[in-house]
């Protein structure tokens, strides 16, 4: 787990997100006993912004406080993952078609189109680098620039939150699975449809997409049985 660097954020903020990358990317594994002490030091950083960083990662259901008080990483919950990737598909096909829709050759969807272009161009070298946390980085990049577009604050906020299960399992099955050239291809699909104006073909990509996790769920399940819970 990386140090805590220096940052606009305060020291509470930045160590959550530090905490919920390492518990998104199995750095910190399913079931796993975690202790505020051992963090800090990890972090570099105080008791403080640390306990303050577990209480939002337990708010967000990441981490579980036992009745013996010890505190764990979550296991990896099968219906969480499907009510997570049910959500965030009902709201990104909504905010995805919005855009579709709105595309124009204005300054900012120029600006969003180069923009896009290098995500997409970097994604593609984490994958042949088989990073898989720079991959995932550059995934959630794409859709967020996507989101920006749509000029939904409390979209963005919501899916943000809401993707911390769906990201972990997402994580495990890019890693174990290989999964990085059909995501590409997906992306690139899709931004072609958006710069098209195809609102329909939109909707349709997203949800294969956005749906595919459902038939890798099994063969994880039976590789890594410690991993989930339900």
């Known amino acids: 787990m990386n140090n805590v660097s220096s940052s606009t954020k305060n020291l509470g903020e930045q160590a959550y997100e530090a905490l919920r990358e390492a518990i998104i990317t199995l750095e910190l594994e399913p079931g796993q006993t975690i202790f505020e002490n051992e963090i800090a030091s990890q972090l570099s950083i105080s008791r403080t912004p640390t306990r303050d960083a577990f209480k939002l990662l337990i708010s967000e259901g990441l981490i579980e406080v036992t009745p013996q008080r010890t505190k764990k990483v979550v296991r990896i919950s099968e219906s969480k993952v499907k009510e997570s990737g049910f959500v965030r598909l009902s709201l990104e096909t909504s905010a995805f078609k919005l855009v579709a829709t709105n595309w124009q050759s204005t300054k900012v969807y120029e600006?969003?189109?180069?923009?896009?272009?290098?995500?997409?161009?970097?994604?593609?070298?984490?994958?042949?680098?088989?990073d898989m946390k720079l991959f995932l980085q550059w995934d959630e990049a794409f859709h967020n620039r996507i989101l920006q577009l749509a000029g939904n604050e409390t979209l963005q906020g919501v899916i943000y939150h809401m993707?911390?299960?769906?990201?972990?399992?997402?994580?495990?099955?890019?890693?174990?699975?290989?999964?990085?050239?059909?995501?590409?291809?997906?992306?690139?699909?899709?931004?072609?449809?958006?710069?098209?104006?195809?609102?329909?073909?939109?909707?349709?990509?997203?949800?294969?997409?956005?749906?595919?996790?459902?038939?890798?769920?099994?063969?994880?399940?039976?590789?890594?049985?410690?991993?989930?819970?339900?």
């Open 163 to 230: 993707r911390g299960h769906l990201n972990r399992f997402r994580y495990l099955a890019m890693r174990e699975l290989v999964l990085t050239e059909d995501l590409i291809v997906d992306h690139e699909q899709l931004f072609t449809c958006f710069t098209h104006k195809d609102e329909k073909k939109v909707e349709e990509l997203l949800k294969r997409h956005l749906t595919k996790y459902h038939a890798e769920i099994p063969r994880l399940r039976e590789q890594f049985p410690t991993y989930f819970t339900d």
């Open 111 to 130: 600006t969003a189109e180069r923009e896009i272009k290098r995500i997409l161009q970097q994604q593609r070298e984490a994958a042949e680098d088989q």
